[in-house]
């Protein structure tokens, strides 16, 4: 069995990595991570070109890191758990949902986020839990109100 756990590394992650570890390890699976970071590139914008050139060298840092701080958390699985480490510039849900098809299931986790905070920020799980055509494990990260 193969399984996508979708992650988002602005969250605390150790809690929710400890999850994952025993859904897993439940399910006798792999565990791919994906990482989708949603983000507008705003470089074209810019008319300065030093200023273009500084943005766009940061921000090719930050994915280094971000891919670096993933395959981290693969590596730090248990041996037989580990798959790969996947890290995407696009819509978090929409990335998840289109590479679901080879998986058995996908796992997610959620804030818990209700009222206003859960209508201005969405849930990036539930939008998941409703496009995927496979089995959505919500794995709850927190109580955010």
């Known amino acids: 069995?193969?399984?996508?756990?979708?992650?988002?590394?602005?969250?605390?992650?150790?809690?929710?990595?400890?999850?994952?570890?025993?859904?897993?390890?439940?399910?006798?699976?792999?565990?791919?991570l994906i990482y989708a970071e949603g983000y507008i590139d705003a470089t074209a914008l810019i008319r300065d070109p030093h200023v273009r050139a500084l943005m766009v060298a940061e921000a090719e840092h930050l994915r280094k890191q971000d891919l670096k701080q993933l395959q981290g958390l693969v590596d730090a699985l248990p041996e037989e758990l580990r798959g790969d480490a996947h890290l995407v510039a696009a819509n978090p849900a929409q990335t998840v949902i289109e590479r679901a098809t080879p998986y058995d299931a996908v796992l997610v986790g959620t804030h818990g986020r209700?009222?206003?905070?859960?209508?201005?920020?969405?849930?990036?799980?539930e939008r998941i839990v409703r496009g995927c055509s496979k089995p959505v494990i919500v794995l709850r990260t927190g109580t955010t109100k």
């Open 1 to 32: 069995m193969r399984v996508l756990v979708a992650i988002d590394l602005r969250d605390e992650i150790a809690p929710f990595m400890t999850q994952v570890t025993t859904w897993a390890q439940r399910l006798n699976a792999k565990v791919d």
């Open 114 to 125: 209700t009222g206003l905070a859960h209508f201005w920020l969405g849930s990036q799980a």
